[in-house]
C-alpha cells in the first residue's frame, strides 16, 4: 500500500482575535497491490475451481476540502465549528483488481464549545458523519463486507476539574445513533439479509462513559529522609448495549479499576487493578447461523456468539528514578 499526500491550508484572523477561520485541501494518491494466496478458498468448499493465488491493484484519488471557524467567547470560552471531507482506508481482502475508489469517502461537520478555567475545563460538541459505504465484520467469511452507505448523528462531551489540592477528576461521555442508509438487498443466496435500511450499525454502542478521579497527599511518614507520598485512583468505564445483526443485542459492560501508590524520593511501589470486581463479560459479541453438527442440515437460525472479556488482572511495579 502506498499513500502520497498533499495538502494546502490558510489561516486567517479576523479582527483583534474576533474569529480565527482556516480552509484548505487534502489530496491523496493511493495504490495498493493485493497477493491473495487464498483469494479463491471459498470457490474450493462448493466445488468450483480453485486458483491458488490471486493478484489484484486498484488506485484512486482522494481528496476534499476542510474548513473550521473558532470565535472567541466572554470567559475564556470559544465557539468552534469545523466541516471536512476525507477517506477510510480500503479492506485488502475487499478490493477489486483495477477499482478506482479504493477507499470510503467521509463527509464529517462539527459543532461546540470549549471553556475553561483555573480549576476545571469542559467541552461540548456534536457531530454528524456520513460514509458512503460502510462495513461489519462477517463472521461466517471472517472478513469485513460491505454494509452500504451509513450516517452517525452523535454528541461528545469532557469535563475536567481540580475540586481540591492533590485532587483531579474528570468525566468523559460520547452517545451515538449510528444508522444504516443503504444495507444489501435480498437476494437468491442471502433471502434473509442480516440488515434493513434504518437500522443501528451493528457493534457501535450507542453511549460510551468514562469517569476518573485521583488523588495524592503527603502521609506524614518520612523514610531516609523524605516524606512517603501516597497516591490513589479509580477509573469507571461503561459501554451500553450494542447493536448486533438480526435484531439482537450484546449485553451491557462496566468495569471498574483501582491503582495505588506509595513514592519517597526516587523509589516508588504501585498497584493496579483491572476489572477490579472480576466481572464476567463478553468483549465481542456475534449474532449469525452456527453449525456444530457435521451430520445435520445446517441451521440459518441466528445463534449468540461470544469472545471472553479479561477477568481481574492486577500489576505491582517496584521504580527506581536514577
Do not use: C
Not at 30 to 54: K, S
Not at 74 to 91: D, I, K, L
Amino acid at each position: 500500500a502506498s499513500d502520497l499526500g498533499l495538502w494546502s491550508e490558510v489561516d486567517t484572523t479576523f479582527g483583534d482575535n474576533v474569529a480565527n477561520w482556516r480552509l484548505g485541501v487534502r489530496a491523496d494518491a493511493l495504490h495498493y497491490a493485493v497477493d491473495d494466496r487464498l483469494g479463491e478458498l471459498g470457490a474450493a468448499t462448493m466445488g468450483e475451481p480453485f486458483i491458488a493465488g490471486v493478484r489484484r491493484s486498484s488506485a484512486g484519488l482522494a481528496w476534499g476540502p476542510r474548513t473550521s471557524l473558532e470565535v472567541p467567547l466572554p470567559g475564556n470560552a470559544s465557539f468552534v465549528a469545523a466541516y471536512g471531507e476525507g477517506y477510510r482506508s480500503a479492506q485488502a481482502r475487499t478490493l477489486e483488481d483495477g477499482e478506482t475508489r479504493p477507499f470510503t469517502k467521509v463527509r464529517s461537520a462539527d459543532l461546540g464549545a470549549r471553556m475553561h478555567r483555573d480549576d476545571w475545563s469542559a467541552s461540548l460538541s456534536g457531530y454528524y458523519t456520513r460514509l458512503e459505504d460502510d462495513v461489519a465484520l462477517d463472521a461466517q467469511t471472517g472478513r469485513l463486507e460491505s454494509l452500504g452507505a451509513s450516517q452517525r448523528l452523535g454528541m461528545a462531551a469532557y469535563l475536567e476539574g481540580r475540586p481540591t489540592a492533590g485532587v483531579v477528576g474528570s468525566l468523559s461521555m460520547t452517545y451515538v445513533n449510528a444508522t444504516l442508509l443503504e444495507p444489501p438487498a435480498a437476494s437468491a443466496s442471502d433471502p434473509q439479509p442480516a440488515f434493513e435500511a434504518g437500522q443501528n450499525l451493528p457493534f457501535v454502542p450507542p453511549l460510551v462513559f468514562r469517569a476518573d478521579v485521583a488523588g495524592q497527599r503527603g502521609l506524614g511518614i518520612r523514610v531516609l529522609g523524605t516524606e512517603l507520598i501516597g497516591k490513589a485512583g479509580l477509573g469507571f468505564s461503561f459501554i451500553s448495549s450494542r447493536p448486533l445483526p438480526f435484531g439482537e443485542f450484546a449485553e451491557p459492560i462496566g468495569l471498574l479499576d483501582l491503582s495505588a501508590e506509595v513514592r519517597t524520593g526516587s523509589l516508588a511501589l504501585s498497584f493496579d487493578f483491572y476489572n477490579a470486581l472480576n466481572r464476567r463479560y463478553g468483549a465481542v459479541e456475534f449474532s449469525h447461523p452456527s453449525n456444530w453438527d457435521p451430520t445435520s442440515a445446517p441451521s440459518r437460525l441466528p445463534a449468540r456468539h461470544f469472545a471472553a472479556g479479561s477477568p481481574l488482572a492486577w500489576m505491582t511495579t517496584l521504580e527506581l528514578t536514577l
